[in-house]
C-alpha cells in the first residue's frame, strides 16, 4: 500500500484488545465534504449522516482498516492521510467502547461518482460550512460529533 502519510501522524496500537474504529473525511478541491448517509436497516445511527469509517478488523492496523473501508464505502483508493483530526470513545448502547479515530484524508478516484454500498448507505452529499448544519439530522443532540468532526476536517484542509 503506498499511501502518503504526513509527518507527525503516529496510528495507534489496534492490536491492544480495544474496539478500534478509523474515520475518514474525504474533501474535494472545491473544499467539500463527503457525507453519506447511512441505511435504516443499520443498527447504530440508522438513517443518519456519516463520515467514511467502520470497525477496524482482528489483524489490521488503523492505516489499513481506513484503506479497506474507503474502498469498500465508495469505491476510491487511499492516496495520503493528512491530518488526524478527532479521538473519541463512545458505547452505542450495547456496552461495548469504541475508540475512534478519525484523519483527513486524500483519495484517488472519481469524486462525482461515489460507488455506495447499496445495504448499509442510501445517498451522498458534500457539504461545506453553510451546509454542515444539513448533518443535523434524525439523531440525538449528544450524537452531533460527527458535524464537529467534518468542520475540523473542513477546516484542517483549508490550512
Known sequence: M??????????????????????????DARGHAFAQRRSGTRKVFPHCWDIVGGHVEDG?????????????ETGWTLSAVVAELYRLD???????????????????GDLSAPALEADKHTEYMWVDDSTLHLLRDSRDPGDYFITDIVRLGLEAARS
Open 60 to 72: 489490521e492496523t488503523m492505516l489499513q482498516a481506513l484503506a479497506r473501508e474507503i474502498r469498500e
Open 90 to 108: 463512545w458505547d452505542p448502547g450495547d456496552g461495548v467502547t469504541r475508540r475512534e479515530v478519525d484523519y483527513l484524508v486524500r483519495v484517488d
Open 2 to 27: 503506498n499511501v502518503e502519510i504526513a509527518e507527525g501522524i503516529a496510528f495507534p496500537d489496534t492490536a491492544d484488545g480495544e474496539r478500534w474504529v478509523a474515520g475518514a473525511v474525504v474533501v
